[in-house]
């Protein structure tokens, strides 16, 4: 690949995250619609039970964290969490809707974690994998690794593609991305990038030795994988 080509790319992707903080930012007062689906729901209480198992006594580091919907399933089993999202406007909510004293609510950036003052346990990102570049992805599991422990416990829980509950694939672009067109309230339409990985893609990623013991989970609507970070 010429550096040119590269950089043209890079640059390209570099809107496209800039295009989604600013959909995120706006969608802040309708971010939780998503979950209201009547089509989810089932899938939603199967999830809400199971994820605080994966999390309950930890250190948490929660990625993405949005208003604050699952923060406040891991909240009242996590030893503590520090929950970073790039929207300030979504941040407000999530203060709102889990104001509880071991949860700290920060501005940032996931691809710029920070320790907090020493190795976090474990760590959760929901619905954040899917925006990620396909050729960032590696780039993000990595420097989360890096302010976990040894052995630290990841979970990555995401949407499927379902035909009539997604919003339709709009465009793909050279890389493979593939990006939805959503329309907020306010009549405002944006181009979000949303990559819809498989099963192997993500242990292939996994395997590739930036983690170990990778479980993949999938419901009607969701997946989720967890896995350790390596020891060595």
């Given at each position: 690949?010429?550096?040119?080509?590269?950089?043209?790319?890079?640059?390209?992707?570099?809107?496209?995250?800039?295009?989604?903080q600013t959909y995120y930012a706006a969608?802040?007062?309708?971010?939780?619609?998503?979950?209201?689906?009547?089509?989810?729901?089932?899938?939603?209480?199967?999830?809400?039970?199971?994820?605080?198992?994966?999390?309950?006594?930890?250190?948490?580091?929660?990625?993405?964290?949005?208003?604050?919907?699952?923060?406040?399933?891991?909240?009242?089993?996590?030893?503590?969490?520090?929950?970073?999202?790039?929207?300030?406007?979504?941040?407000?909510?999530?203060?709102?809707?889990?104001?509880?004293?071991?949860?700290?609510?920060?501005?940032?950036?996931a691809y710029a974690l920070k320790h907090?003052?020493?190795?976090?346990?474990?760590?959760?990102?929901?619905?954040?994998?899917?925006?990620?570049?396909?050729?960032?992805?590696?780039?993000?599991?990595?420097?989360?690794?890096?302010?976990?422990?040894?052995?630290?416990?990841?979970?990555?829980?995401?949407?499927?593609?379902?035909?009539?509950?997604?919003?339709?694939?709009?465009?793909?672009?050279?890389?493979?991305?593939?990006?939805?067109?959503?329309?907020?309230g306010n009549g405002s339409t944006h181009?979000?990038?949303?990559?819809?990985?498989?099963?192997?893609?993500?242990?292939?990623?996994?395997?590739?030795?930036?983690?170990?013991?990778?479980?993949?989970?999938?419901?009607?609507?969701?997946?989720?994988?967890?896995?350790?970070?390596?020891?060595?």
């Amino acid at each position: 690949m010429s550096s040119c080509f590269a950089k043209r790319r890079g640059a390209y992707l570099e809107r496209s995250l800039s295009a989604m903080q600013t959909y995120y930012a706006a969608r802040a007062g309708e971010y939780d619609a998503v979950y209201e689906k009547p089509e989810r729901q089932a899938d939603l209480r199967r999830i809400e039970r199971w994820l605080p198992s994966t999390m309950s006594g930890q250190r948490v580091l929660e990625v993405a964290c949005g208003t604050g919907y699952w923060t406040q399933f891991l909240a009242p089993v996590a030893l503590s969490i520090v929950a970073v999202d790039s929207s300030a406007e979504t941040l407000r909510i999530a203060k709102r809707r889990v104001p509880h004293n071991t949860v700290l609510f920060e501005v940032g950036d996931a691809y710029a974690l920070k320790h907090h003052g020493g190795l976090f346990g474990a760590a959760f990102a929901g619905f954040w994998f899917s925006h990620v570049p396909l050729d960032r992805q590696g780039e993000f599991l990595r420097g989360l690794n890096e302010v976990l422990e040894p052995g630290a416990k990841v979970v990555l829980l995401d949407n499927r593609f379902v035909e009539g509950s997604s919003s339709a694939i709009s465009e793909q672009d050279p890389a493979g991305n593939t990006y939805q067109s959503r329309k907020l309230g306010n009549g405002s339409t944006h181009r979000v990038l949303k990559n819809f990985p498989t099963e192997a893609q993500l242990l292939a990623l996994i395997e590739s030795g930036l983690g170990q013991s990778a479980v993949y989970t999938c419901w009607s609507f969701f997946w989720a994988l967890e896995y350790r970070v390596p020891e060595a």
